[in-house]
């Protein structure tokens, strides 16, 4: 009979989430490749919020959490493939943030979420088509699809008197799907395209793309790559050639490298990325101070994507990806108590307590559809050689 107790209460405090364990998550991200100079400040945002949300020890009875960093790189879907099987199989891990590109993240889920029933959240892969991809309800992501940063661009370069743009555009699925959209809304509101071409990354020598694209001509030239590869090689191109002296920036080249390769030359030059002026994103720089920078591209959705996870674990009261998932859209949206970067200790009392919390975090999280986010974006300008926020959309 005692020894029937006793297993009773260790199954009630299983029940109840008091049976404290130690697991792992994944922060699946391109450390090395186009868009490595943005994934430090990323991965810090998201272990920021694991470590935010288990030092109080309210997670799951006072679960313990570990994140083990895998690198996705950007352009290589096998490594990607391969870095996530290792977070799943050897490591062991309980959700991924990540991963980081769109390509990448399509392999991953496709490869491995979908097999292994592991839930990610993306906090940067932005292509349209994964709107529409299979994922059995195992993906997310908090940052918006680029068919709407493509309608956004299209309002900007239009306000600014740009009329007419040429287009270059990383050969993959993120800068295909940007460009597509971009010239979609851009010529139903009346811009012309004056080129919209491909050009591969890794390559030494640009000259035969700027020269393509400066025959073609135009107000502007929007540049849809990667600012750590073939995008910037495009930039410094047109530049040397006096091809242009007007650019876009799409959220994939605003980082602190577009600053360190070009300074001053391309003052004027505007562009856009997933943004909010809301109360959290303050709020989360404050609690980022000087630890690592919180306006670098997608510090602030990686943090949200951490902390959507282990939100929706405690909700669920469970780290089982296959039955934590159902909860993701819950934590992430009304009714509930508003929910910011600081309070998820709050938030951990509210779920335990059986309550509702709706979770706005750094970015003014709201997922729509099936795990979409419905974004705002900050508009930025090259002043003095350093990019300057304008404004918020």
């Known amino acids: 009979m005692k020894k029937l107790l006793m297993a009773s209460a260790a199954s009630a405090l299983m029940a109840t989430g008091a049976y404290a364990e130690d697991i792992k998550m994944g922060v699946l991200l391109a450390f090395t490749g186009p868009l490595e100079s943005m994934a430090p400040a990323m991965a810090d945002g998201a272990e920021l919020a694991i470590a935010e949300a288990t030092a109080n020890g309210k997670f799951l009875g006072g679960t313990t959490v570990t994140p083990v960093r895998g ?90 008197g740009f009329t007419s743009a040429a287009v270059t555009y990383t050969n993959n699925d993120y800068g295909k799907g940007l460009a597509d959209s971009f010239a979609s809304a851009y010529e139903a509101k009346g811009g012309t395209i004056t080129i919209n071409a491909a050009h591969e990354d890794g390559k030494a020598d640009y000259t035969a793309e700027v020269g393509a694209l400066a025959s073609a001509g135009g107000d502007i030239l929007v540049v849809a790559g990667y600012v750590d590869q073939g995008g910037s090689g495009i930039v410094r191109g047109a530049i040397d050639a006096g091809a242009f002296d007007m650019f876009n920036f799409p959220d994939g080249m605003v980082g602190s490298k577009l600053e360190e390769n070009f300074g001053g030359e391309i003052d004027g030059s505007i562009g856009q990325l997933p943004g909010t002026d809301s109360p959290g994103n303050a709020t989360f720089a404050a609690l980022v101070g000087d630890a690592f920078d919180p306006t670098s591209a997608y510090a602030d959705t990686a943090y949200d994507a951490a902390a959507l996870i282990l939100l929706a674990m405690q909700a669920a009261n469970s780290t089982d990806p296959m039955v934590y998932k159902d909860k993701v859209m819950d934590v992430a949206n009304a009714p509930g108590e508003q929910i910011f970067p600081g309070d998820l200790e709050k938030a951990l009392d509210i779920l335990a307590s059986g309550g509702d919390v709706d979770y706005v975090g ?13 974004g705002a974006f900050r508009e930025i300008v090259i002043e003095g050689g350093k990019v300057t926020t304008v404004g918020y959309r």
């Open 362 to 374: 750094a970015s003014a999280v709201e997922l729509v559809g099936g795990g979409e986010a419905s």
């Open 71 to 160: 690198d996705s790189t950007c352009v290589d879907a096998a490594a990607a493939t391969a870095a996530a099987e290792r977070l799943v199989t050897s490591d062991g891990v309980k959700g991924i943030v990540g991963a980081m590109c769109s390509g990448a993240t399509g392999a991953v889920l496709q490869n491995v979420a979908l097999a292994n029933g592991m839930l990610m959240i993306s906090p940067s892969a932005t292509s349209p088509a994964l709107s529409n991809a299979e994922d059995n309800g195992l993906f997310f992501r908090t940052a918006p699809s680029d068919a709407r940063q493509g309608e956004v661009m299209a309002d900007i370069l239009l306000e600014k």
